[in-house]
Structure formats: C-alpha cells, structure tokens
C-alpha cells in the first residue's frame, strides 16, 4: 500500500504517521515505512517508479491535501491498482476535526452543515467552532475548545 499526498514532485505518507498507523491497525502495509525508511523523513519525496511496482497491492489517491481527481492522478500509475479516497478518512496531519453532528437550536435547519453565524457543536461537544461569515474561507474559522 502507498498514500501519495502530493504530485510535481510526488510525495507520499512515510513512517511515524497516523496515516501509516491507521493502515497498520487495518492490516495494510505502507511500503514506505518499512524498516529501511527514513524514520525523521514522515512525507518523504519519491519518484513515481518507487511507488507504481507490481509488488505492492494498491494506491490510495486521497483528495487533500493534493487533490486527485479519476483525470489527475490514476493516468500516472501503470503497474499497480489505485482507488480514490476522501483526504478525510485518512488524513496526512492527523485525525480531522469532526464534522459537525448538529447545529445549536438557534441555528437555520436549512443551512445544513454551514449554519451561518450559528454555533456549530461537533461529535466532541468540548470543541465547538464558530463561522464568522458563510462567504467567508474556511481558514477564517475560530476554534474554541470549551467555549459557549
């Protein structure tokens, strides 16, 4: 198994990552994270023919933090089965945050998981995040552990 996370240049998920844990606790094997890797190198640069050899049994092709896409990604790889994934479900920096279960009761039912200018409360209902503005970037969020 291999988890490319970047293309131009190729970089996938190495050794001492959540991504190569939870695939060990699957019972998938990374193959860059074998005894031989770098153990300081956790998204090492590779060059593709590293990663599409007929020994290894898939690559996943998550669509963050790089997005692969059926047109952007599987063309490159000749020798090996790919699948693409949700970034979500195997995340390079650690787990995600989780989505929002349910908005806070003075929230607009019909704005689903954005509730503009609503208090969101998550699976963990210590983390809550609070969206400045719907039109404004996600980067624009605030978290805030414990605050009502």
């Given at each position: 198994m291999a988890v490319p996370i970047w293309r131009d240049p190729w970089m996938a998920v190495g050794?001492?990552?959540?991504?190569t844990d939870l695939l060990a606790?699957?019972?998938w094997t990374n193959v860059l994270a074998g005894p031989d890797a770098d153990p300081s190198d956790r998204y090492?640069?590779?060059?593709?023919?590293?990663?599409?050899?007929?020994?290894?049994?898939s690559?996943?092709?998550?669509?963050?933090?790089y997005e692969f896409t059926a047109d952007d990604g599987p063309e490159a790889f000749t020798q090996v089965p790919t699948q693409l994934v949700s970034g979500r479900l195997l995340p390079g920096t650690?787990?995600?945050w989780?989505?929002?279960?349910?908005?806070s009761a003075e929230a607009d039912p019909r704005h689903g998981w954005r509730c503009p200018r609503r208090r969101f409360v998550g699976a963990d209902t210590s983390t809550q995040m609070r969206v400045l503005d719907p039109r404004v970037r996600a980067s624009s969020?605030?978290?805030?552990?414990?605050h009502r």
């Amino acid at each position: 198994m291999a988890v490319p996370i970047w293309r131009d240049p190729w970089m996938a998920v190495g050794p001492r990552t959540y991504t190569t844990d939870l695939l060990a606790r699957l019972g998938w094997t990374n193959v860059l994270a074998g005894p031989d890797a770098d153990p300081s190198d956790r998204y090492p640069h590779v060059e593709l023919d590293r990663i599409d050899r007929d020994d290894i049994d898939s690559v996943l092709l998550p669509d963050e933090p790089y997005e692969f896409t059926a047109d952007d990604g599987p063309e490159a790889f000749t020798q090996v089965p790919t699948q693409l994934v949700s970034g979500r479900l195997l995340p390079g920096t650690g787990p995600p945050w989780p989505r929002p279960t349910r908005c806070s009761a003075e929230a607009d039912p019909r704005h689903g998981w954005r509730c503009p200018r609503r208090r969101f409360v998550g699976a963990d209902t210590s983390t809550q995040m609070r969206v400045l503005d719907p039109r404004v970037r996600a980067s624009s969020w605030q978290l805030r552990p414990g605050h009502r």
